[in-house]
């Protein structure tokens, strides 16, 4: 058994924030399920927006994310994180040579989908999250334990004092471990492999999200999965993500007979808000075409985007003749836990930041480059919350050792069954048809009625937890009946002013409310 002052699950932007800020007089352990880099942070290749330019202004920016997140936004929550984004750029810019700049030294901005103006701030090109967390790393001091191939698994609650009061964890050898925490923080990222098409690093695949839910946690707005339009697509595979600044750079979306695909589709063409693009593409491949990113009108792009060019490269794709094969994929979780913007849940001492999430600053569809944006922020605010909230709460009923456990295997569909499913069924494009099918499935599994999960292997539960994951994907998405941002039904296939800012609200044992409420809730922790 083993004490913590701050225990965080996960290794992403928003879980090395946190970590570095926090005070150097505080115990604070990071559990990692692999690698600490492994993660979609690390992946990341846009860059982080912020209203720095000139004649840039939070204002617009606050106005093109509640645009891209079809007003389902939490107004105050997008407003806070935007007019803080700035100084974020600037204490981070303060500190090193992290960001690109011109020849006069003043930081290089990018424009992206559904951006009015040139916001966005690149590292590397198209390296901003691997160095980001690179950077990060670097800033861990002694006061801070990181464990790597740790997966934890179940929240440990002290029902008394109704309070999270740690985790248990499995070595790949499947001991049994138990951490105990002032301060639980979930910051495990999305689920995007739940589906077949995905930019998500092999980790993400809903683990805090499930445990939260297991748990007694408020999950909120699970329908809302965002699909990136232009993900590498060779061999009926995708291979890994384009950025959406290689469009902003001039890039075009064409058919394999050049014939450009946006035109006349949104305003923005190509950078159209993503829900947008991702569908045209979808029904393009679905007719039987074959889309490509034309990116004969960039000057120096390997120069421009070296991490794209290797990806490229490593799958056989020439890149002299101007044309790269893509295909929509799974890419960013809108919903989450639900939390306010300090990562406050609504199970006292237990925190939510970063993907894991759900703050009300995304809506219904992410903007992008405000995913880094919003881990950074979640990081810092909920730094500044711990560091001034020194009580401690004793832990009155310690949890009992557990013995060695002879592992036992569950009988479930392969998960790749399970993606497949969820890419037909719950994917770009859902009908009431296709989303009863994928339910009934899920229900015969019974996965919602498992209670015990220390006598599984690690590959099992990571499997129990994404068809929990994809259960809730599928409840909400059923009972949201409209089309908007990245939740599209073919038969309700406009938005209904009746479900704006309607969240689906699901706690465990099936139960689900809909409540007409701003996300952000004034939680107490």
């Known amino acids: 058994m083993e004490r913590n002052d701050v225990l965080i699950i996960g290794s992403g932007v928003a879980a090395l924030q946190l970590a570095t800020l926090l005070n150097s007089d505080k115990n604070v352990r990071i559990l990692t399920k692999s690698h600490i880099k492994n993660a979609n942070s690390y992946l ?60 006069d030294g003043r930081i290089l901005l990018g424009l992206e989908g559904a951006h009015s103006e040139n916001r966005i701030v690149h590292s590397g090109g198209d390296a901003t999250g691997k160095n980001i967390i690179e950077y990060l790393i670097t800033n861990l001091t002694e006061n801070i334990k990181v464990e790597e191939n740790v997966f934890a698994y179940e929240l440990i609650i002290d029902h008394e004092q109704k309070r999270c009061i740690g985790v248990k964890a499995k070595n790949p050898d499947g001991t049994i471990r138990i ?55 060779k061999d009926g595979e995708t291979k890994g993500l384009i950025s959406e600044a290689v469009r902003g750079e001039g890039a075009i979306l064409v058919t394999e007979e050049g014939t450009p695909i946006m035109e006349g589709v949104h305003p923005l063409k190509d950078l159209g808000p993503r829900h947008i ?15 490509y990113l034309d990116i004969t009108h ?17 799958n056989g794709v020439d890149l002299s003749e101007g044309r790269i094969p893509v295909a929509p994929g799974s890419h960013f979780l809108m919903g989450g836990v ?19 999430a759900c703050t009300g600053l995304h809506g219904a569809n992410r903007l992008a480059s405000n995913s880094l944006l919003e881990g950074l922020y979640q990081g810092e605010k909920l730094s500044q919350w711990i560091n001034a909230h020194s009580k401690k709460e004793p832990i009155l009923h310690f949890p009992r050792s557990i013995p060695i456990i002879q592992e036992k295997s569950i009988s479930l569909p392969d998960v790749k069954v399970l993606k497949d499913r969820m890419m037909k069924r719950v994917g770009i494009v859902r009908s009431k048809e296709l989303l009863e099918e994928q339910n009934n499935w899920l229900l015969q599994l019974h996965v919602n009625d498992l209670a015990e999960f220390d006598s599984y292997s690690i590959q099992d539960i990571e499997a129990i937890f ?3 994951t994809a259960f809730l994907i599928t409840t909400a998405a059923l009972c949201r009946t409209e089309s908007r941002g990245g939740h599209y039904r073919s038969d309700f296939p406009d938005e209904d002013e009746g479900w704006l800012k309607r969240a689906i609200i699901q706690k465990r044992k099936g139960e689900v409310v809909i409540r007409h409420e701003q996300i952000e809730t004034a939680f107490v922790n």
């Open 44 to 103: 990341a290749q846009g860059g982080i927006a912020a209203a720095i330019g000139i004649g840039d202004d939070p204002s617009k920016h606050y106005t093109d994310t509640l645009k891209a997140g079809r007003f389902h936004n939490n107004e105050e929550s997008v407003r806070e994180v935007l007019n803080e984004a700035p100084t974020l750029i600037g204490n981070f810019s303060d500190q090193g040579t992290i960001f690109d700049k011109d020849q």
């Open 179 to 233: 951490f105990l925490g002032e301060y639980v923080i979930l910051a495990t990222g999305g689920c995007g492999q739940m589906y077949s098409f995905t930019s998500s690093a092999p980790t993400v695949t809903g683990d805090g999200i499930a445990m939260a839910y297991l748990a007694g946690a408020e999950i909120a707005d699970m329908e809302f999965i965002q699909f990136h339009p232009t993900l590498l697509y």
């Open 277 to 291: 693009v991702s569908q045209t593409i979808f029904d393009y491949i679905k007719n039987g075409h074959e889309v």
């Open 298 to 314: 960039i000057n120096d792009f390997e120069k421009r985007f070296p991490s794209i060019t290797a990806i490229c490269r490593k």
């Open 338 to 356: 639900k939390a306010d913007l300090h990562g406050r849940t609504s199970i006292n001492g237990l925190f939510a930041i970063g993907e894991a």
């Open 466 to 468: 994404m068809y929990i």
